[in-house]
């Protein structure tokens, strides 16, 4: 990491408005870690991955009227938990507020109220058009949260997520190699610095609004240098540009020592994306109407993290 990246990072830190309920939160992630972490010493090695979904906001005001957001729906964070759960992860799900949520995709366009009618005598069912995949989605959830797989820890703005992402990572590095991060989230690369952002409603009588945004602090590289240096690490490259994506994921991996990149591109990210390691890529496309990109994505992430646990690295801070 740069030194003036370094202060940048020090600086957003130490001006972002405190997280409520640190103290709780920081807790709970301890218990869910070491709970999962214990488990690992009677059967297999259990692994925990922190899968982040969704957009970050970006406040205006401090007493937020108004923010930037993005398009980020977290489908991607949610589908790919599931797939992680599946394969005997325990999962962190750090996400939007209000996003899509695990097992519960299908309610990104449908109303939860569609999903049931009332029967005789006021019974609520499941209607039937509906029922097998309802039941399994209820089976499935219940499952994970009652094996203590999951996790879920919403944010909404820049500041909590990255806040958020810090405390998570450093309660996931005595884990070592055994932790995954999988940085689906849209994070905002500019934001209005707190000490800086107005603190009432920006008034329109102002007339035209000038606001300066700052750069965000690039926390790949601090995440993989000091908060959980031996953790395994996939981070997502987006771009609208065809011709530059592959050189942005290669430039992303070299610099932040990510082990894997994701490129994907916002017109088909839907369909396709690729994986991008040091030893080449692999394209990774949708088949039918009904599958979706993310099950044969973690099948192939698992597997990578199964080969890095074999032999894992040096940390790039030179402990062992
Ligand atoms: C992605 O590229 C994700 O695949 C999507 C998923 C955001 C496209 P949805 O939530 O979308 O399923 O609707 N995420 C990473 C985007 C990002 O902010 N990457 C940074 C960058 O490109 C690096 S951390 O600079």
Redesign the pocket.
């Known amino acids: 990491m740069d030194s003036r990246n370094g202060s940048e990072v020090e600086s957003f830190f130490e001006s972002a408005p405190s997280l409520k309920n640190a103290n709780i939160v920081s807790q709970k992630l301890k218990e869910f870690i070491d709970r999962n972490s214990r488990s690992s010493e009677s059967g297999g090695p259990i692994r925990v991955v922190c899968v982040t ?2 957009g970050t906001t970006v406040p205006l005001e401090q007493r937020c009227v108004r923010y930037i957001d993005n ?7 949610a589908a790919s938990t599931e797939y992680f759960v599946k394969a005997g992860y325990a999962v962190i799900f750090l996400h939007r507020l209000g996003s899509c949520q695990p097992y519960c995709k299908y309610l990104l366009e449908e109303s939860f109220l569609d999903l049931f009618e009332l029967a005789e005598e006021d019974k609520i069912e499941v209607c039937q058009s509906h029922g097998a995949e309802v039941k399994k989605a209820i089976r499935e959830y219940h499952a994970a949260v009652d094996e203590g797989q999951l996790f879920r820890l919403p944010f909404t703005t820049i500041f909590e997520y990255l806040q958020l992402l810090k405390l998570v990572a450093t309660s996931m590095s005595p884990l070592g190699s055994c932790g995954m991060f999988y ?5 905002s ?1 500019f934001y209005v610095p707190w000490q800086s952002m107005a603190e009432h409603k920006i008034q329109s009588a102002s007339g035209p609004l000038d606001i300066r945004l700052t750069q965000t602090p690039k926390m ?1 590289s601090v995440l993989r240098k000091d908060w959980a240096p031996f953790a395994f690490c996939i ?4 771009e609208t540009d065809p011709d530059i994506l592959l050189q942005k994921a290669n430039a ?1 991996m070299n610099k932040y020592h990510m082990h894997i990149v ?1 490129a ?1 591109l916002l017109a088909t ?1 839907k369909q396709e994306v690729i994986v991008v390691t040091k030893e080449g890529k692999a394209s990774i496309r949708k088949h039918g109407e009904h599958d979706d990109v993310e099950e044969q994505l973690v099948n192939l992430l698992v597997e990578k993290h199964s080969e890095y646990l074999e032999k894992p690295e040096t940390s790039l801070n030179g402990a062992k």
């Open positions: 979904s969704g398009f980020a729906s977290g489908y991607r964070g940085l689906a989230a849209a994070v690369d790949l981070s997502f490259k987006l992303a994701v994907n990210y």
